[in-house]
């Protein structure tokens, strides 16, 4: 399955849906939906993981890029992660730093 990182938005919330599998090679397409949520001006983002197969640490560090671009004030929600992808994120302790919803 090909990567894709989708955004779209809804009042107050920028959702991206991930699909695939999130690597080195795919982390920039990850990297510049962050981009374009955070100039929304959404007070919370979504970030849907049930179709996420895989995440690298490629993308851990695109889960840490939203984190610094969008700052503490906006709620950023991993939701739907399949178990593998929410043990990576766990493993990696950003479990504290994203509420995780579905997992």
Avoid: N
Avoid at 7 to 23: F, N, P, Q, R, Y
């Amino acid at each position: 399955m090909a990567f894709t990182a989708t955004l779209s938005t809804d009042t107050g919330t920028a959702t991206i849906h991930l699909a695939g599998e999130l690597d080195a090679s795919t982390a920039p397409l990850f990297h510049d939906a962050i981009e374009k949520a955070a100039a929304t001006g959404a007070g919370r983002l979504v970030i849907h993981a049930a179709d996420l197969t895989y995440i690298a640490s490629a993308g851990l560090r695109a889960l840490v890029f939203a984190r610094q671009k969008l700052g503490e004030e906006i709620a950023i929600v991993i939701d739907g992660a399949t178990e593998p992808v929410a043990r990576v994120i766990r493993m990696a302790g950003l479990d504290r730093s994203f509420e995780m919803t579905g997992s």
